[in-house]
């Protein structure tokens, strides 16, 4: 199956549940193999998808003008041990991330927690920018977070956690989910993840 093929299976799929189109800042993203997943933003390309490779999915649709974003790493068949062990590492930086997220929290709490996490497990090199962005009827839009501004966080705010691994010698991956800020922390509004991948890779 080609990457178009399963970007075309994503698209029917969205359009039959309802949405009006794809994210408004991108066309859904399918990039595999050891050279195509190293491009950050890309077009689904003819390539074939090969078995125990990354294939990393990254898509979202947009609904009555606003946007949900959601991305995911996949392999086909056998997984090798250093995909699995990444995959996981930044599956559990994400939530680490996501359970410092409080109304009031400034935005360097967490998002120095999550580096802290991807340095005691020997990634940080591997993460090429900060984890946190603002999303609602953009994919990426204001407010901007990062250590240096300590923007603080607020209840009703949409964040997205992209816990993005770039240049490992097979591929690049990316988990992304979507969270409201509730006065209590942060509630995931895009689930799949958060039980897709403690079943597929732990």
Same mark, same amino acid.
């Given at each position: 199956m080609t990457e178009?093929? @399963? %970007?075309?299976l994503f698209e029917y799929e969205i359009y039959s549940a309802g949405a009006e189109t794809w994210v408004q800042a991108f066309a859904p993203m #399918? =990039? /595999?193999? %050891? #050279?195509? /997943?190293? #491009? /950050?933003?890309c077009h689904s390309s003819l390539r074939e998808v090969q078995n125990s490779e990354i294939i990393n999915i990254a898509a979202g649709l947009s609904y009555e003008g606003y946007n949900a974003i959601i991305c995911s790493p &996949?392999? !086909?068949g056998d997984i090798p041990v250093n995909i699995k062990n990444a995959v996981v590492c930044a599956y559990d930086a994400l939530n680490e991330a996501a359970n410092k997220m409080k109304p009031g929290v400034t935005c360097d709490v967490v998002l120095d927690d999550y580096a802290n996490y991807?340095?005691?497990?020997? *990634? !940080?090199d591997f993460c090429p920018y900060g984890s946190l962005h603002s999303t609602g009827m953009l994919e990426c839009e204001a407010p901007i977070f990062s250590v240096e501004n300590r923007r603080e966080i607020l209840e009703n705010m949409t964040i997205c956690i992209? =816990? &993005?691994?770039?240049? !490992?010698?097979?591929?690049s991956f990316r988990i992304e989910d979507v *969270?409201? @800020?509730?006065?209590?922390? =942060?509630?995931?509004?895009?689930? *799949?993840n958060d039980k897709f991948i403690p079943a597929y890779f732990k």
């Open positions: 178009r093929k @399963i %970007q075309a #399918i =990039a /595999s193999g %050891q #050279i195509n /997943s190293h #491009i /950050s933003m &996949y392999v !086909l991807l340095e005691k497990y020997g *990634y !940080l992209d =816990a &993005y691994f770039k240049g !490992l010698p097979w591929g *969270y409201v @800020i509730e006065k209590d922390g =942060a509630k995931r509004m895009t689930t *799949y």
